[in-house]
């Protein structure tokens, strides 16, 4: 076959799909006939429209322009959109960003060798905080014809498809026949109802083009996996709710996996005169005002959510996976003598020894534990309990600690030569603002984002998004991409250190390219501040985490026609006032702040709990060996 009258062919089902309103549609009417000529790529593409992947993000290289081609050609029929842009880990955190943010999916489209393992890094973002991305990456040819330029430069078969498997599921399209159950198993880890993750579709370069004839296009697969229900019971239920009646000092641990689960928490709490720390991932699932929520608890923590942790006698887990972050590497709850653990994942469930594992949905769960309970105890709640009105004493010192610190927003700084705002100041000011201006907030890695975990009060959840999963570099910069790639367009703010911004500069030119409305607040501290504090709590001295190059990051992104740059000052009114200019701008825009960095105690929020890292894992293993929870 002419590779004209392939195009051509192609052009005319992309056409018949469009017309037709939909890939289901054309099928259904036979505009699309059931059987056609066609190619790998193009029937990957199919598949993936089938599934509602209309978003593909690329670096394309020689090893992917076959599929180049389809998507051109698709795109010109108005079915997807192809977004070229300069780095392959920004694709892939801009395709997770979408999908956490909106629920649409995405694919990224790389070269093979270095494109494809830029995007394989950038994946420990969705395969940490559960997110369900595609990726299609380009393999070494089947043939073995000898060693293809970028391969992995090794003699053992199939290396790319061994890496990819150690992150999360992979299939190499090895058998062009096999399209189909490829494509079925990443939608079933893409649209994974409770853990989704990233899927690696290996594309051989040579079977790329290879014809499928005659090929049935109901081979292709559509419909996610069904959620699971409640747990089952066995007597769990009776178990469960038996001990935490019991308990005096019931504290919850909800991480990601109770995203659905906020009114049924609420009633838990009540239930079991509890009180909820929470995961970043879910920061908002009971609002920050809530008497009940003790807000963040951890390495970094708060001092009303480690107090909670450290006295509690009993622990609800609830969809969480025990981070050393979260738990302070599992000595986060020392005086705990039984745990229930609410997971769908059986190793996460039984992750703690003393353990009640209920493995189901934790909404289904908790409603059932909730009615257990309301059977055992009515459903009076008499007054605050002493665990209560400790909880609540301390959350008051965690907010006045918080309050001392923004009533002195401006620090003399060494470095700068002047006064200038602090972290906490600077990210409560743009937090606040985003809030009222229904801006959806991304925080990098670093001071950063320990300072944004701390900081934020979300009242519903969606309204801030932390990686805290990955704790990627970049994450947030490169998340604004998102917002002008979703059908429904949002403002975003991009809370960024100097250190994480210059990781993935590149959105600010395909931000203009592909529409992003969103603002870059960048808090400039002259060096990677979240390392160098860990070195000096640690060691007392700081070694290698900063340079002296002055960097006029406003002319950088002034230099971007379309990108539009304020000064953020030195006071909380011009840092306002710089926030509304940007939002005024109908684009990307950075909004520059010199920040504090220094020993000051009101120059940062300050650490509250242990992890296994450095010189503390001494005392830190120890103390989980004597706790043996
Ligand atoms: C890609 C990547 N590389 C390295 C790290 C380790 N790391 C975590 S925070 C950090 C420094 C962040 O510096 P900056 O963005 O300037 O934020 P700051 O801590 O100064 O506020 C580093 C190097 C990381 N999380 N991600
Ligand atoms: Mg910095």
């Not at 002419?2 to 052009?11: D, F, H, I, P, T």
């Not at 579709?201 to 559509?222: A, G, H, I, W, Y």
């Not at 747990?231 to 996996?257: F, Q, S």
């Not at 890695?445 to 969606?462: H, P, S, T």
Request: net charge negative; charged share 20%; hydrophobic share 40%.
């Amino acid at each position: 076959m002419q590779e004209s009258e392939l195009a051509r062919q192609r052009q005319r089902r992309a056409e018949a799909i469009a017309e037709a309103g939909g890939f289901e549609e054309a099928l259904n009417s036979g505009a699309l006939p059931r059987r056609i000529d066609t190619t790998l790529s193009e029937a990957v593409i199919l598949g993936l429209l089938r599934q509602g992947v209309r978003t593909f993000l690329c670096v394309l290289g020689h090893g992917s322009t076959e599929i180049g081609e389809v998507l051109r050609i698709y795109e010109g029929a108005g079915l997807l959109r192809t977004c070229n842009v300069r780095h392959e880990i920004e694709a892939s955190h801009a395709a997770t960003a979408l999908r956490w943010v909106t629920g649409e999916k995405a694919a990224v489209v790389t070269s093979i060798g270095p494109g494809a393992l830029h995007a394989l890094a950038g994946s420990l973002v969705p395969a940490s905080d559960g997110i369900g991305v595609w990726y299609l990456l380009p393999d070494e040819t089947t043939q073995d014809e000898g060693p293809n330029m970028q391969q992995i430069p090794s003699m053992e078969q199939h290396p790319f498809l061994h890496m990819c498997s150690a992150m999360g599921r992979a299939y190499c399209l090895h058998t062009p026949e096999a399209v189909g159950i490829a494509l079925r198993r990443g939608l079933n880890t893409v649209d994974h109802p409770h853990r989704a993750g990233p899927f690696y579709l290996l594309l051989p370069m040579n079977t790329q083009p290879s014809p499928l004839k005659n090929f049935n296009l109901d081979e292709l697969p559509v419909g996610a996996p069904p959620p699971l229900g409640a747990a089952a019971d066995e007597g769990a239920y009776a178990r469960a709710a038996e001990a935490l009646l019991d308990a005096e000092r019931v504290v919850v641990k909800v991480g990601g996996g109770a995203r659905k689960a906020g009114p049924e928490l609420l009633e838990f709490l009540e239930l079991v005169d509890g009180v909820a720390v929470l995961s970043p991932l879910v920061s908002g699932v009971i609002p920050y005002s809530h008497p009940r929520n003790m807000t963040i608890g951890g390495t970094k923590g708060s001092i009303c959510g480690n107090y909670a942790m450290e006295q509690a006698d009993l622990l609800v887990a609830i969809g969480t996976r025990f981070v050393c972050q979260s738990d302070c590497s599992r000595t986060g709850y020392p005086r705990v003598k039984q745990v229930v653990n609410i997971n769908t994942d059986v190793e996460a469930a039984m992750h703690y020894n003393r353990t009640i594992a209920l493995i189901g949905d934790a909404a289904a769960t908790l409603r059932r534990l909730n009615e257990e309970l309301r059977r055992r105890r009515g459903t009076d709640t008499s007054g605050e309990s002493p665990w209560l009105k400790a909880c609540s004493e301390q959350r008051r010192r965690w907010e006045e600690h918080k309050a001392e610190r923004y009533r002195n927003p401006c620090l003399y700084d060494e470095r700068w030569g002047e006064k200038v705002l602090t972290q906490p100041a600077a990210i409560k000011i743009a937090t606040d603002w985003a809030r009222a201006n229904d801006v959806v907030t991304f925080f990098d890695a670093g001071d950063v984002q320990a300072n944004g975990m701390q900081i934020v009060e979300d009242d519903r959840l969606g309204r801030t998004f932390n990686e805290s999963g990955a704790s990627y570099m970049g994450f947030a910069v490169s998340a604004l991409l998102a917002t002008g790639l979703a059908s429904k367009p949002f403002y975003g703010l991009a809370i960024t250190g100097d250190g994480s911004f210059t990781m993935n500069p590149q959105i600010l030119i395909d931000g203009v390219q592909h529409g992003a409305r969103g603002c870059i607040l960048l808090l400039d501290n002259r060096r990677m501040g979240a390392i160098t504090a860990l070195q000096e709590a640690q060691y007392g001295v700081e070694h290698a985490t900063k340079d002296d190059v002055g960097v006029d990051y406003i002319g950088w992104a002034r230099s971007i026609r379309g990108v539009a740059a304020f000064d953020g000052g030195r006071s909380p009114e011009t840092l306002e006032a710089a926030l509304n200019q940007a939002k005024a701008y109908e684009g990307l825009s950075l909004v520059y702040v010199p920040v504090y960095y220094g020993p000051h105690p009101l120059g940062g929020l300050g650490a509250f709990g242990r992890w296994n890292v450095g010189n503390w894992v001494e005392e830190t293993q120890a103390l989980r060996h004597k706790i043996a929870l």
